[in-house]
Protein backbone atom coordinates (compact mmCIF):
# COMPACT_ATOMS: atom_id res chain seq x y z
CA UNK A 1 0.00 0.00 0.00
CA UNK A 2 2.68 2.04 0.94
CA UNK A 3 4.76 1.69 -2.08
CA UNK A 4 1.58 2.29 -4.60
CA UNK A 5 1.34 6.01 -2.70
CA UNK A 6 4.79 6.19 -3.33
CA UNK A 7 4.79 5.33 -6.62
CA UNK A 8 1.49 7.23 -7.50
CA UNK A 9 2.92 10.50 -5.83
CA UNK A 10 6.12 10.32 -7.87
CA UNK A 11 4.03 9.89 -11.03
CA UNK A 12 2.05 13.11 -10.32
CA UNK A 13 5.15 14.91 -9.60
CA UNK A 14 6.62 13.57 -13.14
CA UNK A 15 3.29 14.80 -14.68
CA UNK A 16 3.89 18.45 -12.85
CA UNK A 17 6.98 18.50 -13.52
CA UNK A 18 6.46 18.06 -18.03
CA UNK A 19 3.73 21.21 -17.37
CA UNK A 20 6.01 23.34 -15.92
CA UNK A 21 8.23 22.17 -18.59
CA UNK A 22 5.51 22.79 -20.99
CA UNK A 23 4.57 25.91 -19.92
CA UNK A 24 8.12 27.48 -19.86
CA UNK A 25 7.33 31.47 -21.18
CA UNK A 26 8.55 32.34 -24.74
CA UNK A 27 11.63 34.52 -24.39
CA UNK A 28 11.73 37.81 -26.70
CA UNK A 29 14.58 40.08 -27.35
CA UNK A 30 13.97 43.33 -29.38
CA UNK A 31 15.82 46.31 -30.21
CA UNK A 32 15.25 49.28 -27.38
CA UNK A 33 12.68 51.45 -29.37
CA UNK A 34 13.44 55.24 -28.68
CA UNK A 35 11.04 56.17 -26.14
CA UNK A 36 9.88 54.21 -23.13
CA UNK A 37 6.54 55.14 -24.52
CA UNK A 38 7.20 53.04 -27.48
CA UNK A 39 8.88 50.47 -25.17
CA UNK A 40 5.81 50.17 -23.46
CA UNK A 41 3.79 50.13 -26.29
CA UNK A 42 5.71 46.83 -27.89
CA UNK A 43 6.11 44.85 -24.72
CA UNK A 44 1.80 45.10 -24.11
CA UNK A 45 1.76 43.94 -28.19
CA UNK A 46 3.70 41.25 -27.61
CA UNK A 47 2.04 39.90 -24.06
CA UNK A 48 -1.83 40.76 -25.66
CA UNK A 49 -0.69 37.52 -27.86
CA UNK A 50 0.98 35.52 -25.55
CA UNK A 51 0.51 36.68 -21.67
CA UNK A 52 3.31 34.94 -20.49
CA UNK A 53 6.44 36.10 -22.91
CA UNK A 54 8.78 38.25 -21.49
CA UNK A 55 10.28 40.44 -23.34
CA UNK A 56 13.73 42.24 -22.97
CA UNK A 57 14.92 45.27 -24.69
CA UNK A 58 18.61 45.49 -25.82
CA UNK A 59 20.49 48.45 -27.14
CA UNK A 60 20.27 48.63 -30.73
CA UNK A 61 24.52 48.57 -31.41
CA UNK A 62 24.54 45.37 -28.67
CA UNK A 63 22.01 43.90 -30.03
CA UNK A 64 24.21 41.29 -32.52
CA UNK A 65 26.93 40.22 -30.06
CA UNK A 66 24.43 39.76 -26.76
CA UNK A 67 22.55 37.14 -29.03
CA UNK A 68 24.96 35.54 -30.71
CA UNK A 69 26.92 35.23 -26.80
CA UNK A 70 23.70 33.87 -25.39
CA UNK A 71 23.07 31.41 -27.67
CA UNK A 72 26.73 30.09 -27.73
CA UNK A 73 26.26 29.73 -23.62
CA UNK A 74 22.93 27.61 -24.58
CA UNK A 75 21.31 30.24 -22.93
CA UNK A 76 19.63 32.54 -25.86
CA UNK A 77 15.95 33.82 -25.81
CA UNK A 78 13.35 32.32 -27.84
CA UNK A 79 12.52 34.69 -30.68
CA UNK A 80 15.07 37.79 -30.90
CA UNK A 81 16.06 40.88 -33.77
CA UNK A 82 19.31 41.07 -35.31
CA UNK A 83 20.92 42.45 -37.90
CA UNK A 84 20.60 40.43 -41.35
CA UNK A 85 24.52 40.66 -41.59
CA UNK A 86 24.92 38.57 -38.57
CA UNK A 87 22.66 35.76 -40.05
CA UNK A 88 25.55 33.75 -42.38
CA UNK A 89 28.07 33.18 -38.99
CA UNK A 90 25.22 32.09 -36.91
CA UNK A 91 23.20 29.57 -39.80
CA UNK A 92 26.48 28.10 -40.17
CA UNK A 93 27.23 27.27 -36.26
CA UNK A 94 23.86 25.63 -36.63
CA UNK A 95 23.15 28.93 -33.37
CA UNK A 96 19.59 30.09 -35.48
CA UNK A 97 16.86 28.17 -37.14
CA UNK A 98 16.24 27.47 -40.54
CA UNK A 99 12.93 28.78 -41.08
CA UNK A 100 12.37 27.75 -44.60
CA UNK A 101 10.14 25.52 -44.04
CA UNK A 102 9.09 25.40 -41.04
CA UNK A 103 7.14 29.46 -40.81
CA UNK A 104 3.86 29.69 -41.81
CA UNK A 105 3.42 32.63 -43.94
CA UNK A 106 0.29 32.12 -45.14
CA UNK A 107 -1.07 35.22 -43.69
CA UNK A 108 2.06 37.55 -44.51
CA UNK A 109 2.54 36.89 -48.28
CA UNK A 110 6.20 36.95 -49.57
CA UNK A 111 6.48 38.82 -52.43
CA UNK A 112 4.90 41.82 -49.99
CA UNK A 113 8.05 42.23 -48.36
CA UNK A 114 11.22 44.12 -50.48
CA UNK A 115 13.46 41.36 -52.34
CA UNK A 116 16.38 43.07 -50.99
CA UNK A 117 15.42 42.98 -47.31
CA UNK A 118 14.47 38.60 -48.14
CA UNK A 119 17.72 38.70 -49.61
CA UNK A 120 19.34 39.71 -46.95
CA UNK A 121 17.83 37.15 -44.73
CA UNK A 122 19.20 33.97 -47.17
CA UNK A 123 21.72 31.64 -46.72
CA UNK A 124 22.79 29.00 -48.96
CA UNK A 125 19.04 28.71 -50.46
CA UNK A 126 17.62 28.84 -47.42
CA UNK A 127 15.32 31.55 -45.19
CA UNK A 128 17.22 32.10 -41.44
CA UNK A 129 15.24 35.45 -40.63
CA UNK A 130 11.99 36.92 -41.22
CA UNK A 131 12.84 40.69 -41.94
CA UNK A 132 10.96 43.23 -40.21
CA UNK A 133 12.59 47.25 -40.75
CA UNK A 134 15.72 48.28 -43.70
CA UNK A 135 17.28 51.77 -43.66
CA UNK A 136 20.72 52.19 -45.39
CA UNK A 137 23.95 53.71 -44.50
CA UNK A 138 24.42 57.35 -45.67
CA UNK A 139 26.67 60.26 -45.14
CA UNK A 140 25.94 62.42 -42.11
CA UNK A 141 26.97 65.94 -42.04
CA UNK A 142 26.70 68.54 -39.67
CA UNK A 143 25.22 71.93 -41.13
CA UNK A 144 26.46 74.03 -37.94
CA UNK A 145 29.96 72.89 -39.07
CA UNK A 146 29.72 72.19 -43.40
CA UNK A 147 26.95 73.91 -45.29
CA UNK A 148 26.68 70.46 -47.89
CA UNK A 149 27.05 66.85 -47.97
CA UNK A 150 30.07 66.77 -49.87
CA UNK A 151 29.13 64.34 -52.59
CA UNK A 152 32.24 63.30 -53.99
CA UNK A 153 35.72 61.37 -51.91
CA UNK A 154 38.07 64.69 -53.40
CA UNK A 155 34.82 67.03 -52.36
CA UNK A 156 35.17 65.58 -48.85
CA UNK A 157 38.90 65.88 -49.06
CA UNK A 158 39.43 69.10 -49.59
CA UNK A 159 36.45 69.65 -46.89
CA UNK A 160 38.37 67.57 -43.72
CA UNK A 161 41.52 69.64 -45.06
CA UNK A 162 40.39 73.08 -44.20
CA UNK A 163 38.39 71.71 -41.03
CA UNK A 164 41.70 70.41 -39.46
CA UNK A 165 43.50 73.77 -40.43
CA UNK A 166 40.46 75.55 -37.99
CA UNK A 167 40.82 72.87 -35.63
CA UNK A 168 37.74 71.03 -36.03
CA UNK A 169 37.42 67.38 -36.57
CA UNK A 170 36.65 65.30 -39.74
CA UNK A 171 34.73 62.32 -38.21
CA UNK A 172 33.51 61.10 -35.40
CA UNK A 173 35.15 57.92 -34.01
CA UNK A 174 33.34 55.24 -36.08
CA UNK A 175 33.08 51.74 -35.65
CA UNK A 176 35.33 49.49 -37.27
CA UNK A 177 32.05 47.92 -39.70
CA UNK A 178 31.85 51.69 -40.17
CA UNK A 179 34.93 52.20 -41.20
CA UNK A 180 35.30 49.52 -43.36
CA UNK A 181 31.82 50.19 -45.16
CA UNK A 182 33.13 53.96 -45.91
CA UNK A 183 36.55 52.32 -47.55
CA UNK A 184 34.84 50.13 -49.44
CA UNK A 185 32.62 53.20 -50.51
CA UNK A 186 36.02 54.89 -50.97
CA UNK A 187 36.79 51.90 -53.45
CA UNK A 188 34.16 52.10 -55.61
CA UNK A 189 34.25 55.49 -56.29
CA UNK A 190 38.06 54.83 -58.12
CA UNK A 191 36.00 51.71 -59.83
CA UNK A 192 37.15 48.40 -57.72
CA UNK A 193 35.47 45.83 -56.02
CA UNK A 194 35.40 44.40 -52.63
CA UNK A 195 34.93 41.10 -54.02
CA UNK A 196 35.06 39.45 -57.46
CA UNK A 197 31.76 38.99 -59.65
CA UNK A 198 31.33 35.29 -57.73
CA UNK A 199 32.15 36.41 -54.55
CA UNK A 200 35.12 33.59 -54.36
CA UNK A 201 38.14 36.04 -54.42
CA UNK A 202 39.10 39.65 -52.39
CA UNK A 203 39.33 42.27 -54.94
CA UNK A 204 40.59 45.26 -53.01
CA UNK A 205 44.26 44.78 -53.38
CA UNK A 206 44.33 46.50 -56.29
CA UNK A 207 45.59 50.25 -57.20
CA UNK A 208 42.15 51.46 -56.43
CA UNK A 209 41.92 49.91 -52.86
CA UNK A 210 45.32 50.91 -52.27
CA UNK A 211 44.00 54.93 -53.34
CA UNK A 212 41.36 54.28 -51.46
CA UNK A 213 43.16 52.64 -48.11
CA UNK A 214 45.31 55.93 -48.38
CA UNK A 215 42.27 58.31 -48.83
CA UNK A 216 40.61 57.00 -45.74
CA UNK A 217 44.23 57.49 -43.69
CA UNK A 218 44.38 61.27 -44.41
CA UNK A 219 40.64 61.69 -44.28
CA UNK A 220 40.59 60.26 -40.56
CA UNK A 221 43.74 61.68 -39.89
CA UNK A 222 42.05 64.63 -37.64
CA UNK A 223 39.14 61.82 -36.39
CA UNK A 224 37.39 63.07 -32.56
CA UNK A 225 37.68 60.18 -30.23
CA UNK A 226 34.37 60.22 -29.21
CA UNK A 227 31.39 58.32 -30.55
CA UNK A 228 28.84 61.13 -29.97
CA UNK A 229 31.47 64.13 -31.43
CA UNK A 230 28.53 64.63 -34.35
CA UNK A 231 25.69 65.37 -32.30
CA UNK A 232 28.09 67.63 -30.32
CA UNK A 233 29.34 69.91 -32.71
CA UNK A 234 32.94 68.44 -32.37
CA UNK A 235 33.01 66.66 -35.88
CA UNK A 236 31.90 67.73 -39.00
CA UNK A 237 30.99 64.04 -40.51
CA UNK A 238 29.71 60.43 -39.71
CA UNK A 239 27.71 57.24 -41.00
CA UNK A 240 24.49 56.91 -40.23
CA UNK A 241 21.45 54.85 -41.09
CA UNK A 242 17.88 57.04 -40.76
CA UNK A 243 17.30 55.59 -37.68
CA UNK A 244 20.61 56.64 -36.14
CA UNK A 245 19.63 59.76 -37.45
CA UNK A 246 16.48 60.37 -35.08
CA UNK A 247 17.99 59.62 -32.07
CA UNK A 248 20.89 61.68 -32.28
CA UNK A 249 18.75 64.31 -33.51
CA UNK A 250 16.46 63.51 -30.30
CA UNK A 251 19.34 63.11 -27.98
CA UNK A 252 20.98 66.82 -29.33
CA UNK A 253 17.74 68.62 -30.17
CA UNK A 254 19.90 71.87 -31.67
CA UNK A 255 22.14 69.75 -33.78
CA UNK A 256 20.70 69.90 -37.41
CA UNK A 257 21.86 66.36 -39.31
CA UNK A 258 22.01 66.04 -43.55
CA UNK A 259 22.20 63.01 -44.72
CA UNK A 260 24.04 61.80 -48.33
CA UNK A 261 24.49 58.89 -50.42
CA UNK A 262 27.98 57.03 -49.56
CA UNK A 263 29.47 57.57 -52.30
CA UNK A 264 28.34 54.67 -54.90
CA UNK A 265 27.78 52.48 -52.07
CA UNK A 266 24.74 51.66 -50.92
CA UNK A 267 24.07 48.97 -48.35
CA UNK A 268 21.25 47.71 -46.85
CA UNK A 269 21.05 47.82 -43.08
CA UNK A 270 18.45 44.89 -42.66
CA UNK A 271 16.51 43.94 -38.89
CA UNK A 272 15.45 40.77 -38.39
CA UNK A 273 13.78 38.23 -36.65
CA UNK A 274 15.01 34.82 -36.03
CA UNK A 275 14.70 32.10 -33.73
CA UNK A 276 16.46 29.86 -31.35
CA UNK A 277 16.70 25.79 -32.37
CA UNK A 278 17.57 25.25 -28.62
CA UNK A 279 13.92 26.18 -27.50
CA UNK A 280 12.41 24.60 -25.09
CA UNK A 281 8.88 26.43 -26.24
CA UNK A 282 8.89 25.63 -30.41
CA UNK A 283 5.66 25.94 -31.42
CA UNK A 284 4.70 29.19 -29.17
CA UNK A 285 8.19 30.18 -30.25
CA UNK A 286 7.23 30.03 -33.91
CA UNK A 287 3.61 31.45 -32.97
CA UNK A 288 5.28 34.45 -31.55
CA UNK A 289 7.09 35.34 -34.87
CA UNK A 290 4.55 34.75 -36.75
CA UNK A 291 2.77 37.46 -34.83
CA UNK A 292 5.31 40.17 -35.12
CA UNK A 293 5.96 38.70 -38.42
CA UNK A 294 1.97 40.21 -39.10
CA UNK A 295 2.46 43.44 -37.31
CA UNK A 296 5.77 44.70 -38.83
CA UNK A 297 4.06 47.87 -40.16
CA UNK A 298 2.70 48.91 -36.33
CA UNK A 299 6.29 47.88 -35.11
CA UNK A 300 7.16 50.09 -37.26
CA UNK A 301 5.36 53.22 -36.54
CA UNK A 302 6.88 52.49 -32.72
CA UNK A 303 9.96 51.88 -33.83
CA UNK A 304 10.05 55.22 -36.06
CA UNK A 305 11.51 53.26 -38.87
CA UNK A 306 10.98 51.32 -42.39
CA UNK A 307 8.91 48.42 -42.91
CA UNK A 308 10.61 45.75 -45.02
CA UNK A 309 8.31 46.34 -47.39
CA UNK A 310 8.25 47.11 -51.00
CA UNK A 311 6.54 50.08 -50.99
CA UNK A 312 8.98 52.29 -48.98
CA UNK A 313 7.09 55.97 -48.02
CA UNK A 314 9.48 58.51 -46.36
CA UNK A 315 8.65 58.89 -42.79
CA UNK A 316 9.19 63.13 -42.41
CA UNK A 317 9.61 65.47 -45.38
CA UNK A 318 13.59 65.39 -43.65
CA UNK A 319 13.75 61.16 -44.77
CA UNK A 320 11.99 61.80 -48.32
CA UNK A 321 15.71 61.72 -49.75
CA UNK A 322 16.35 58.80 -47.95
CA UNK A 323 14.23 56.37 -48.86
CA UNK A 324 14.82 55.56 -52.58
CA UNK A 325 18.48 54.82 -51.77
CA UNK A 326 16.81 52.34 -49.33
CA UNK A 327 14.63 50.73 -51.96
CA UNK A 328 18.01 50.79 -54.39
CA UNK A 329 19.94 49.16 -51.59
CA UNK A 330 21.61 45.97 -51.62
CA UNK A 331 22.54 43.54 -48.67
CA UNK A 332 25.91 42.68 -47.74
CA UNK A 333 27.35 39.40 -49.51
CA UNK A 334 25.87 36.50 -47.90
CA UNK A 335 29.58 34.77 -46.86
CA UNK A 336 30.49 32.95 -43.75
CA UNK A 337 32.69 35.38 -41.98
CA UNK A 338 32.43 38.41 -44.64
CA UNK A 339 31.59 40.34 -41.17
CA UNK A 340 35.16 39.52 -39.59
CA UNK A 341 36.59 41.30 -43.19
CA UNK A 342 34.52 44.29 -42.09
CA UNK A 343 35.28 44.32 -38.29
CA UNK A 344 38.68 43.16 -37.68
CA UNK A 345 40.72 43.03 -40.90
CA UNK A 346 40.38 45.69 -43.01
CA UNK A 347 40.66 48.26 -39.38
CA UNK A 348 43.27 46.79 -39.10
CA UNK A 349 44.99 47.50 -42.30
CA UNK A 350 43.63 50.93 -41.64
CA UNK A 351 45.11 51.34 -38.50
CA UNK A 352 48.57 49.87 -40.26
CA UNK A 353 48.72 51.89 -42.88
CA UNK A 354 47.88 54.92 -40.30
CA UNK A 355 51.35 53.85 -38.60
CA UNK A 356 53.28 54.52 -42.38
CA UNK A 357 52.89 50.44 -43.37
CA UNK A 358 52.60 50.49 -46.87
CA UNK A 359 49.09 50.20 -48.57
CA UNK A 360 49.62 47.17 -50.54
CA UNK A 361 51.36 45.44 -47.81
CA UNK A 362 48.17 46.25 -45.64
CA UNK A 363 45.57 45.56 -47.63
CA UNK A 364 47.62 42.51 -49.02
CA UNK A 365 48.04 41.32 -44.94
CA UNK A 366 44.39 41.50 -44.32
CA UNK A 367 43.63 40.00 -47.46
CA UNK A 368 45.88 36.78 -46.64
CA UNK A 369 44.26 36.79 -42.98
CA UNK A 370 40.39 37.28 -44.24
CA UNK A 371 40.47 34.65 -46.70
CA UNK A 372 40.93 31.74 -44.83
CA UNK A 373 37.57 32.70 -42.52
CA UNK A 374 35.47 33.73 -45.28
CA UNK A 375 35.28 31.33 -48.07
CA UNK A 376 34.07 28.72 -45.76
CA UNK A 377 29.94 28.24 -46.90
CA UNK A 378 30.65 30.57 -49.59
CA UNK A 379 27.16 30.91 -51.39
CA UNK A 380 27.93 29.37 -54.96
Sequence with gaps: ????????????????????????????????????????????????????????????????????????????????????????????????????????????????????ARRACLYQGKTWGVPMFVDVYMLACNRELVSTVPETIEALKETCAALEEKGVASFEKLSPHKQSLFYEAVVKSYGGEMLNGRNTELAFVSEAGKNALDDCVEIFRNSANGENALGEGEAAFSIYTAMERRITSEKYADTEIALGPLFGLERLQTVALATNPDSKVQSRMFGVLEFLQENTEKLAALYKTYAAREDIKPLTAEDREVAPHITQARPQPDLCGYESLLDVFLPAALTKASKGVNAADALKEAADSASSVIWPGKRE
Excluded at 4 to 18: E, H, I, K, Q, R
Excluded at 26 to 34: E, H, S
Design 1 to 116: MVMCVVLCALALFSVSACNRKEKTSPRVWLIAPQSMGAEQEIRALVEGYDSEATVSFVPVEEIDTRVAAALKQKNGPDVFMLHADAIPDLAEKEMINDLSTRLRTGRVKSDELSEA
